[in-house]
């Protein structure tokens, strides 16, 4: 079946910037581990640099993306999320002369980009985005999850890029009745990596330890993460599991207004974005308003 370009249009464009751009939605995975993070870097290798390569040869024009998490170097995500603003008069560039009639509008631009991309990264899918939506700004929390093997022998090679391998036994009960302290709205400058004008106050939604066998997960999820906050959550409970600190201790970091040197984050390679949550379409602009309005400690 053939068609031109126009055909495949299915709706209107679901966000007009004035300048006549259409937003789409990426949902993205990568293995990090040969990337420099995801922020494009002069020089380096970055998961944003790869992506806005690929898009820009298809679209002919110059790609920007934003996304949910600016993830670190090293670190993994199956469930990234992040948007693009493509020209109008760019878009046909997505659609081939000869689209199967089952296929959805971005089907054969996924395809395309599968080609395209290295195979460290890949876009799942690509969808619309619904009037106000914002990768970053619209999303209610963010999940990672970190993974540990306690196993004697180490971590099984084929995991060997997404489990760190800990060296000592870990009490998980421990480390769980701990995290609890932490769970709430709270200053997480203990954990966080100074940035300039930036807040260190977050919801921390979920923190929870579980141990299967010699694996043990980490789950943390929260509206949103400050620089490092993530790996120094889980190195700040190694401490506790190794009875090295106690629960007290972790408590009490959160009355520090700088980054602590009595812990060190846990490495890069057992961390991944596995998701990101947004609120009903109707929703997204006012969710938008929220999060942009920074936190300040009179809000604790």
Avoid: K
Avoid at 63 to 82: E, F, K, L, N, P
């Amino acid at each position: 079946m053939t068609r031109s370009p126009s055909d495949n249009v299915v709706n209107m464009p679901a966000t007009d910037s004035g300048g006549g751009f259409v937003r789409l939605r990426l949902d993205i995975a990568y293995d990090g581990t040969e990337f420099a993070g995801w922020a494009t870097q002069d020089g380096q290798r970055t998961v944003a640099g790869a992506i806005e390569d690929a898009l820009s040869t298809v679209f002919r024009t110059p790609v920007r993306t934003r996304a949910a998490g600016r993830t670190d170097s090293g670190v993994h995500a199956s469930g990234q999320v992040a948007h693009v603003d493509i020209p109008e008069g760019a878009l046909p560039h997505a659609y081939p002369r000869t689209v199967r009639p089952d296929a959805t509008e971005f089907a054969p631009l996924v395809r395309r980009l599968g080609r395209l991309l290295p195979e460290d990264v890949r876009i799942r899918e690509i969808s619309r985005a619904a009037a106000g939506f914002d990768a970053r700004f619209s999303a209610l929390r963010r999940h990672y999850i970190y993974r540990l093997s306690t196993a004697q022998y180490g971590v099984d090679p084929q995991d060997s890029r997404f489990v760190t391998a800990w060296p000592r036994d870990l009490d998980v009960d421990a480390m769980a009745d701990a995290a609890r302290h932490l769970v709430g709205l709270h200053d997480f400058a203990a954990f966080c990596r100074h940035r300039d004008g930036a807040t260190t106050i977050r919801e921390l939604q979920r923190l929870d330890c579980v141990r299967t066998g010699d694996r043990i997960s980490v789950h943390v999820s929260a509206d949103a993460f400050c620089w490092n906050m993530v790996r120094s959550l889980v190195g700040a409970l190694t401490a506790v599991g190794e009875h090295r600190r106690d629960a007290a201790w972790l408590a009490a970091l959160l009355d520090s207004t700088r980054r602590r040197s009595d812990f060190a984050a846990a490495p890069a390679r057992g961390l991944t974005l596995v998701g990101v949550d947004y609120p009903a379409d109707d929703e997204l602009a006012a969710r938008t308003l929220v999060t942009r309005d920074v936190r300040t400690p009179d809000e604790l």
